[in-house]
T-cell receptor, first 115, second 112 residues
Framework: NAGVTQTPKFQVLKTGQSMTLQCAQD?????MYWYRQDPGMGLRLIYY???????DKGEVPNGYNVSRLNKREFSLRLESAAPSQTSVYFC??????????????FGPGTRLTVL | DQQVKQNSPSLSVQEGRISILNCDYT??????FLWYKKYPAEGPTFLIS?????DKNEDGRFTVFLNKSAKHLSLHIVPSQPGDSAVYFC???????????FGTGTRLKVLA
C-alpha cells in the first residue's frame, strides 16, 4: 500500500498562475482533507470531503477549490495563485466507519512557492 | 481565536529522561484528542489518541493524559530517545466530526 500520495512534491508559481495539487489514497478511506502548514500556525484545514460526492469548507478556504473525483482522489486547485498561498500543503485521509477512531493518514506534502 | 494551543514552541530533553509536551483547548465540545509526530520533509504521522471518557492512554513509551476540567492534555515520552526529535502536534475534535483543529506544534529535541 502506498498510503496517501501527493503530486507534485515541489512547485514554484508566479502570481496569478493556476495549478492543481493532486492527492490519492489506496486505503479505501471515506474522508479526505487538505491542510496547509505555515510557520507558527500549525496545520490549518482548507477543505475536506466527508465522503465521495461531498465537500465542505474548513478554516481557510478562500482562494481554493476542491474536487472529490472519486473515492480515491481529492484535488486542490488554486485558480489565481497569490504569495500568501506560499505554504506546505498536506493531504490526509481517514476511515469513518467508526466515528470515534479518526486518526488521519497524511501524505508527504507539496511545497508551494508563489513569487 | 486559537481553540487548540501549544504554548511551548520548543523543548530540549536529555536522552533517557522524560519529555512532557502540553496542549490546551478552549472548546468544551471537543471530546477526542490526538497527537501526531512530524519529521522534516514528511507528513505528520499519528502517535496516540484519547477520548474524553478516559483520563489516560498508554502505548509503549508514550502516554497521553487528559484533564477535562482544566481543558488540558499532555504527552509523556519515557524514556526519550534521539529518534523522538521531531515536531509534535496535538489535535482536537468532537466525536463524529470530520474536522480536527490542530495546535501550532512543539519542536522536541532529544540530546544524546
Amino acid at each position: 500500500n502506498a498510503g496517501v500520495t501527493q503530486t507534485p512534491k515541489f512547485q514554484v508559481l508566479k502570481t496569478g498562475q493556476s495549478m492543481t495539487l493532486q492527492c490519492a489514497q489506496d486505503m479505501n478511506h471515506n474522508s479526505m482533507y487538505w491542510y496547509r502548514q505555515d510557520p507558527g500556525m500549525g496545520l490549518r484545514l482548507i477543505y475536506y470531503s466527508a465522503s465521495e460526492g461531498t465537500t465542505d469548507k474548513g478554516e481557510v478556504p478562500n482562494g481554493y477549490n476542491v474536487s472529490r473525483l472519486n473515492k480515491r482522489e481529492f484535488s486542490l486547485r488554486l485558480e489565481s495563485a497569490a504569495p500568501s498561498q506560499t505554504s506546505v500543503y498536506f493531504c490526509a485521509s481517514t476511515r469513518e466507519d467508526r466515528r470515534i477512531y479518526n486518526e488521519q493518514f497524511f501524505g508527504p506534502g507539496t511545497r508551494l512557492t508563489v513569487l | 481565536d486559537q481553540q487548540v494551543k501549544q504554548n511551548s514552541p520548543s523543548l530540549s530533553v536529555q536522552e533517557g529522561r522524560i519529555s512532557i509536551l502540553n496542549c490546551d483547548y478552549t472548546n468544551s465540545m471537543f471530546d477526542y484528542f490526538l497527537w501526531y509526530k512530524k519529521y522534516p520533509a514528511e507528513g505528520p504521522t499519528f502517535l496516540i489518541s484519547i477520548s474524553s471518557i478516559k483520563d489516560k492512554n498508554e502505548d509503549g513509551r508514550f502516554t497521553v493524559f487528559l484533564n477535562k476540567s482544566a481543558k488540558h492534555l499532555s504527552l509523556h515520552i519515557v524514556p526519550s530517545q534521539p529518534g523522538d526529535s521531531a515536531v509534535y502536534f496535538c489535535a482536537a475534535g468532537g466525536s463524529g466530526t470530520y474536522k480536527y483543529i490542530f495546535g501550532t506544534g512543539t519542536r522536541l529535541k532529544v540530546l544524546a
